[in-house]
């Protein structure tokens, strides 16, 4: 099945179609991504991405949620401070707080809706 992880429609719809046929999935891997150089909505595939496919598919999961991504990120969060990396880091974060830290991180060339 293919869907557009950066479209709300593509997801809910895909999701929609597996749960018509009450399809369970051993597991869920979030492996889409673009790279900066790509240009686009980097922020909407590679951060809005896996919420959207997760909170889609949470229900026919039955096992695990993988989320895969380069090293792009750890080698960032390795050289800052250690507030941010417990931002990033602690099962206490809230989705609320990730995204206002990532939004304010993000270069303004990854948020094409505030260019």
Do not use: C, H
Not at 16 to 36: F, I
Not at 78 to 85: H, N, S, V
Not at 100 to 106: I, L, R, W
């Amino acid at each position: 099945m293919q869907l557009d992880v950066s479209d709300d429609t593509s997801v809910t719809s895909a999701a929609a179609s597996l749960k018509e046929k009450n399809t369970t999935l051993y597991a869920l891997v979030n492996n889409a991504g673009v790279g900066l150089k790509a240009g686009g909505d980097v922020l909407n595939v590679n951060f809005y991405g896996p919420k959207r496919v997760t909170d889609a598919f949470v229900d026919l999961v039955k096992e695990r949620i993988v989320n895969v991504s380069s090293g792009s990120a750890s080698m960032w969060l390795r050289d800052q401070d250690e507030a941010t990396k417990n931002l990033f880091t602690s099962s206490d974060t809230t989705f609320e707080e990730l995204q206002t830290a990532v939004e304010g991180f993000a270069p303004t060339g990854m948020r094409p809706w505030q260019t």
